[in-house]
Structures are given as C-alpha cells and as structure tokens.
C-alpha cells in the first residue's frame, strides 16, 4: 500500500472520531432547546464565545471517554517497521489491525494518533476532579475565615500565602519527587485533602435539612457512607470492594494539584464572602436567626458562584498546562504513559526531523486550555447579566 495525503488523513479522523460528533450533536441540540430551563449553562449558548470554548471542551471529553473506540491502534505497542514513520503511512503488514498510522508513528513505533486521543483520557482523569476537591477545600476554609474572621481567619490567611509563596512548578517539582513517594507524606497529604470533600457535603446537607431530621439524616448518612468509602479506597487504597483507587504515581500528582491549588481558591472565597456578609439578604438570615453554617452555605455561597464557576474552568486549564508540564520533566505518571505532556517530551528530540510526534499532542494540549479560557469567558460574559 502507497501512503495516503492529508485529505485522506483528514477524512479517517473524522470517520474515527464519529462518536464524538454525535454526542456533540446530541448536547448541543437539546441544550439549545432548553436553553431558557438551564440557568447559567442555558445563558452560555447565547454567547458565541462560550458556544465555541464549549465545544472545544467537550470535543475533548467525548474523545476521552470514547477512546477505546476511536482509536486505531493499542497507544503502547509498537509496530516493526514503523519507527518515527510519517502521517499517513502504511503498515507493512497490517494482519488485522488499521492499515495506517493517520498521525505518523514516534520514536519507538507507536501509533500517534492513538496516543494523542488516549492522552486525553489521561489529563481528563485528573484535572477536573482535582481542581473540584481544590474548590471544595478552599470554600470549606475560605467561607468562615471570610465570614467568621479573627484569628481564625488570620491563621488560615497566613498559612495560604505561606504555600504561595513557593513557586508554583518548584512545589510541584517537590511533591511529585520520587523520593517523596518512597515516604508516607502523600498518603498523610491524601488522608487530609481527601476527608474534606466528606466533611464539605456533610456540613452542606446537614445546615440544609436541620429542621428534618429524617431526610437530614438520610442525606447525612449516604454521603457518609459514600464518602468514606471513596476516602478509604482513594487515600488510603483500602477499599474492600476495589472500586476505588489510585497507583501511587497518580496519587501524589493528585495530591499535588489539590494542594497547590486550593490557597489560591482559598483567597477568592475569602474575598468573595468578606463582600457578600455585608449585603442584606444576609442580614435578614441572621435576623431570622439561621444557622452560621445555613448562612455561609445557603446564602453567601450560591451568591458567589458566577465568579467561582469561572475561575473552576480557568482552574482546569491552569491544571492542564501543571500535568502536562510534569509529564514534559517526566514526573509524576509513568514513563509509557501517553498523556500529552510525556508524548511531546519525547516526540522533541527529533522535532527538526520527525515534528508530527510533538506537534499533534501540543496542538491537542492546546486546543484543551484554549475551549477553557473560551468557556470561562462566556460564563463570565452571562453570569455579568444576572
């Protein structure tokens, strides 16, 4: 077989991709339906900014969790005969297997393209759920520092700048140093950062329904019963049942992520409420004599949320560009792994000669953080109308 030209390239990749042009079609057509019943997510599709960043977003979603049928080859065998091989080149002797290699193959014969959409299965996995817990974590602290004040919040001020006051990539540099993983600081960071997700939907509930006790008590007990079962298989890998986990590689990058990110939600929280506390909705909730915590939870935080939602989408995209930067220094994850920031590690090194190695990731990476920053600018956009 003859080597087939980026029109034909073009064409294979959007035929692989066909489920996530479906399930874009499917969102977009019933979100767009119901626009005027969804809220702030209904307002984002009146803001072409925000259609297009959201898009982008969930382009990358629906890649990551329909990977395994999209992708033409297995992202970590290698195929004799097709080391560094250019976009579009055929398989000596397919046996089976896609006849072509649509992005080219790296340096040790495997498929790019099939990394490139794994890879993002592998960022996907990681940032939006770490940037939630920061959030989680940061409103948990930010909330009565900014509200309660005193010395409480004066300790837990001093202690957030005290962790910015690292720069950001030498923290992370000293989180995910192998020799912190051989010792037991990321499992005693884990079983920390962990409980407070536990304790944040707790708190929430039980201020929400203390006046009844029986669906208080339901609500309490399943997000306990939940929550620590996630916390004991996640931070401490001792779920009976092995539904929850995580090697210790992803681990101490997950702690990491957590931990450098939440002062800087922290501050946000705090300043946020520090405003909101004075407003007078929240004075007629201490005059009907309502809950410290009902008052932080169910009045001055959903009064905050346009500007957090933003900053959750910036976050993701701050998140991206930590994971992929580790991945570049090879830390963190594990060598063979095809997330972005490995693959255009080593696709680099023969960038004068090979680029497509390097290129189709960084574009991919790119394209990611670029639908965040575009989605949080039409949230921001919307949320400035309400």
Same mark, same amino acid.
């Given at each position: 077989?003859?080597?087939?030209?980026?029109?034909?390239?073009?064409?294979?990749?959007?035929?692989?991709? =066909?489920?996530?042009?479906?399930?874009?079609?499917?969102?977009?057509?019933?979100?767009?339906?119901?626009?005027?019943?969804?809220?702030?997510?209904?307002?984002?599709?009146?803001?072409?900014?925000?259609?297009?960043?959201?898009?982008?977003?969930?382009?990358?979603?629906?890649?990551?969790?329909?990977?395994?049928?999209?992708?033409?080859?297995?992202?970590?065998?290698?195929?004799?005969?097709?080391? +560094?091989?250019?976009?579009?080149?055929?398989?000596?002797?397919?046996?089976?297997?896609?006849?072509?290699?649509?992005?080219?193959?790296?340096?040790?014969?495997?498929?790019?393209?099939?990394?490139?959409?794994?890879?993002?299965?592998?960022?996907?996995?990681?940032?939006?759920?770490?940037?939630?817990?920061?959030?989680?974590?940061?409103?948990? *602290?930010?909330?009565?520092?900014?509200?309660?004040?005193?010395?409480?919040?004066?300790?837990?001020?001093?202690?957030?700048? *005290?962790?910015?006051?690292?720069?950001?990539? =030498?923290?992370?540099?000293?989180?995910?140093?192998?020799?912190?993983?051989?010792?037991?600081?990321?499992?005693?960071?884990?079983? $920390?950062?962990?409980?407070?997700?536990?304790?944040?939907?707790?708190?929430?509930?039980?201020?929400?329904?203390?006046?009844?006790?029986?669906?208080?008590? *339901?609500?309490?007990?399943?997000?306990?019963?939940?929550?620590?079962?996630?916390?004991?298989?996640?931070?401490?890998?001792?779920?009976?049942?092995?539904?929850?986990?995580?090697?210790? +590689?992803?681990?101490?990058?997950?702690?990491?992520?957590?931990?450098?990110?939440?002062?800087?939600?922290?501050?946000?929280? %705090?300043?946020?409420?520090?405003?909101?506390?004075?407003?007078?909705?929240?004075?007629?909730?201490?005059? %009907?004599?309502?809950?410290?915590?009902?008052?932080?939870?169910?009045?001055?935080?959903?009064?905050?949320?346009?500007? =957090?939602?933003?900053?959750?989408?910036?976050?993701?995209?701050?998140?991206?560009?930590?994971?992929?930067?580790?991945?570049?220094?090879?830390?963190?994850?594990?060598?063979?792994?095809?997330?972005?920031?490995?693959?255009? +590690?080593?696709?680099?090194?023969?960038?004068?000669?090979?680029?497509?190695?390097? $290129?189709?990731?960084?574009?991919?990476?790119?394209?990611?953080?670029?639908?965040? +920053?575009?989605?949080?600018?039409? =949230?921001?956009?919307?949320?400035?109308?309400?």
């Amino acid at each position: 077989m003859e080597a087939i030209g980026w029109t034909e390239i073009l064409g294979r990749m959007a035929m692989q991709l =066909l489920p996530v042009w479906l399930a874009l079609a499917v969102v977009f057509a019933i979100s767009i339906t119901w626009k005027r019943r969804l809220g702030l997510y209904g307002k984002l599709f009146d803001s072409r900014v925000g259609m297009v960043g959201f898009a982008l977003v969930m382009f990358w979603v629906f890649a990551a969790l329909f990977a395994d049928m999209i992708v033409t080859h297995d992202p970590l065998s290698q195929i004799s005969g097709m080391r +560094n091989a250019t976009p579009g080149s055929p398989l000596r002797d397919p046996s089976g297997r896609y006849e072509y290699f649509l992005l080219g193959g790296d340096a040790l014969a495997r498929d790019v393209f099939s990394r490139m959409v794994m890879g993002a299965r592998e960022v996907l996995r990681i940032a939006p759920f770490a940037a939630m817990i920061s959030f989680m974590i940061g409103i948990s *602290l930010g909330l009565p520092a900014g509200y309660l004040g005193g010395r409480l919040d004066t300790g837990l001020t001093f202690v957030a700048n *005290l962790v910015l006051a690292f720069p950001v990539i =030498l923290l992370f540099f000293l989180l995910v140093a192998p020799e912190i993983q051989e010792t037991a600081i990321p499992r005693v960071m884990a079983g $920390i950062l962990f409980i407070v997700p536990v304790l944040f939907f707790t708190v929430l509930l039980n201020a929400r329904f203390f006046t009844q006790p029986a669906r208080r008590n *339901l609500y309490v007990g399943a997000v306990m019963v939940v929550g620590l079962w996630a916390y004991s298989g996640l931070a401490f890998n001792l779920d009976p049942l092995g539904v929850w986990g995580m090697s210790p +590689n992803l681990l101490n990058v997950f702690v990491a992520v957590v931990f450098v990110n939440a002062p800087t939600v922290f501050r946000i929280v %705090r300043g946020i409420t520090l405003d909101i506390k004075t407003r007078d909705y929240v004075a007629a909730a201490q005059t %009907r004599g309502e809950g410290t915590w009902y008052i932080m939870m169910w009045e001055i935080l959903p009064n905050a949320r346009g500007p =957090l939602i933003v900053d959750f989408c910036l976050r993701i995209g701050y998140t991206t560009i930590l994971l992929g930067t580790l991945g570049f220094f090879g830390l963190g994850v594990a060598s063979e792994s095809p997330d972005w920031g490995s693959t255009i +590690n080593q696709g680099r090194r023969l960038l004068t000669v090979y680029p497509h190695a390097a $290129i189709a990731p960084a574009l991919a990476l790119m394209s990611l953080v670029l639908g965040l +920053n575009l989605l949080a600018d039409g =949230l921001r956009e919307e949320s400035l109308k309400d």
